[in-house]
């Protein structure tokens, strides 16, 4: 079946550390984004890709970076310079023509102690 | 600029209807999407509108006004398994440009 899959689905990093996140569908969705969830708060943007090779900032997108080496991939990694990282972490995709928004991955919790 | 409003919090009982807000001021539109997000999981879609109106899919149905910038979603029968986060998310006119998320609305169904 296809779907997108996002490891692992809890993590735990020391403060300071680089960590990255992964995100793989098979889908042969164009476009892939990743959202950042606080509790209380929305969706919030921090990348996406519409195209292989191509990204673009989202609205959150200081302490973060990401590559789009790949149609089927889209890692992120959460920087040391990231202020507050500890946060629930979406990946999504989507075809050309969004009728039906995304496909979400099932999240990524990340934890700094 | 992008803004939608979501009530934060509604409380609804097992069996009654309960209607969802949401209302938007968004630099160009294309649809707008309604997600159901149980806690710790990814959303889920639920309805899409492009035109004014109502659609309707089993027990839940979403409405649009364009020109209100204004939509609901409306539950029917509720059950307690509908107990979870509601996201109202924008659709720009411009190709695969990202969905822009309202806060969520945190639906509690009790008995």
């Known amino acids: 079946d296809g779907g997108i899959t996002q490891s692992p689905k809890y993590l735990f990093r020391k403060e300071g550390q680089n960590v990255t996140l992964s995100c793989e569908q098979n889908l042969n969705h164009d476009a892939m984004y990743w959202y950042r969830q606080d509790p209380g708060q929305g969706l919030r943007l921090i990348y996406y890709?519409?195209?292989?090779?191509?990204?673009q900032k989202g609205d959150i997108a200081e302490g973060y970076s990401v590559s789009r080496e790949k149609k089927e991939s889209f890692p992120l990694t959460v920087t040391s310079a990231q202020k507050n990282p500890t946060a629930f972490y979406l990946c999504?995709?989507?075809?050309?023509?969004?009728?039906?928004?995304?496909?979400f991955g099932s999240g990524t919790r990340l934890t700094v102690v | 600029g992008q803004n939608i409003d979501q009530p934060t919090e509604m409380t609804a009982t097992e069996g009654a209807i309960v209607q969802i807000n949401c209302t938007y001021q968004t630099s160009g539109f294309n649809g707008l999407f309604w997600y159901q997000q149980h806690a710790g999981e990814a959303p889920t879609f639920l309805s899409y509108?492009?035109?004014?109106g109502l659609e309707e899919k089993g027990r839940f149905s979403s409405f649009l006004s364009r020109s209100k910038g204004y939509s609901y979603l409306l539950l029917k029968e509720l059950q307690m398994k509908d107990s979870a986060s509601y996201l109202c998310a924008v659709r720009s006119p411009l190709g695969n440009t990202p969905l822009v998320f309202g806060k969520g609305t945190r639906l509690s169904v009790i008995a």
């Open positions: 890709s519409q195209i292989v090779n191509d990204f």
């Open positions: 999504a995709s989507s075809p050309g023509r969004t009728y039906h928004g995304y496909t």
């Open positions: 509108n492009v035109l004014d």
